[in-house]
């Protein structure tokens, strides 16, 4: 498996952003620990974070030459707005799960609703950095389960 981690807007500012909300991690400390985490196994792991809508685009269109097996995206405020990236993720059919740090049910009306949900394999939300982790070994059993 090879695994594409995406981080949106403004999660560059990761451990000084609002930390009631996002937690202290940093971003450095979140992508080392799913490349860790990934090796172990021996997987591969690209993360790659943008504030500009485009460049998550150009990577969602470029993961299935890259063998991208599974993808992890936190689209940030893009998750409330952006119907290009979720047809981007339509257009290459490649499994991917939505995680977001903070409980975005239990903020503003408008976190409520999301662009990628109904086409996430799964959605993780409100446990801070621990989603990424999560949605990472949630991958992991679903590779490694018989069927
Ligand atoms: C977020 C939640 C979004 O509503 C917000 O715009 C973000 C981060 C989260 O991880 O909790 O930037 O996706």
Do not use: C, K
């Not at 009631?20 to 860790?36: F, K, M, P």
């Not at 172990?40 to 991208?68: C, F, K, M, R, Y």
């Not at 998750?79 to 290459?92: G, Q």
């Not at 799964?122 to 992991?140: K, M, N, P, R, S």
């Amino acid at each position: 498996p090879h695994i594409l981690v995406l981080h949106g807007p403004n999660l560059n500012l990761l451990g000084q952003r609002e930390p009631r909300h996002y937690g202290r991690s940093t971003l450095a400390e979140i992508d080392a620990q799913l490349t860790a985490m990934a090796g172990n196994w021996g997987w591969t792991l690209n993360s790659l974070q943008s504030n500009a809508e485009h460049q998550l685009i150009d990577a969602v269109q470029l993961a299935p030459t890259q063998g991208v097996s599974h993808i992890i995206i936190n689209p940030a405020a893009f998750t409330h707005t952006s119907v290009a990236l979720r047809d981007a993720l339509s257009a290459v059919a490649i499994p991917f799960i939505e995680v977001h740090l903070s409980n975005i049910h239990a903020r503003e009306a408008f976190r409520r609703h999301s662009y990628f949900s109904d086409i996430a394999l799964g959605v993780i939300a409100g446990l801070g950095a621990d989603a990424y982790f999560l949605a990472l070994e949630a991958i992991y059993r679903r590779v490694s389960r018989p069927d």
